[in-house]
Nanobody, 124 residues
Framework: VQLVESGGGLVQAGGSLRLSCVAS????????MGWYRQAPGKQRELVAI???????NYTDSVKGRFTISRDNAKNTVYLQMNSLKPEDTAVYLC???????????????????WGQGTLVTVSS
């Protein structure tokens, strides 16, 4: 199973970007999915999380600007980022707490899955 991100890039301050992350493979279900980010020289921090039940949570610095959503049928989570600031510049990593993969012969649980990251750069 893999988490594949897309949508990063370079944008001017005040602009918008939309990140996508899909859990690929014979995925049966995904529990909590979310986004973390890591800026150079800083610790990784949670940006937003979405539970399978539909609850969401955001770090204070992005509240009102970022929106997390998911499409469970597509095993995909999105992060709409508006009013971007230079301090939002970071590598954004997709995260899934638990992914259940089902094939004709077996079922497996994968815990704490991370994507490879996508770079978001906001210029001033």
């Amino acid at each position: 199973v893999q988490l594949v991100e897309s949508g990063g890039g370079l944008v001017q301050a005040g602009g918008s970007l939309r990140l996508s992350c899909v859990a690929s493979g014979s995925v049966f279900s995904v529990s909590d999915m979310g986004w973390y980010r890591q800026a150079p020289g800083k610790q990784r921090e949670l940006v937003a999380i979405s539970t399978n039940g539909g609850s969401t949570n955001y770090t204070d610095s992005v509240k009102g600007r970022f929106t997390i959503s998911r499409d469970n049928a597509k095993n995909t989570v999105y992060l709409q980022m508006n009013s971007l600031k230079p301090e939002d510049t970071a590598v954004y990593l997709c995260y899934a707490e638990e992914v259940v993969v089902v094939t004709p012969t077996r079922a497996d649980r994968y815990l704490d899955i991370w994507g490879q990251g996508t770079l978001v750069t906001v210029s001033s």
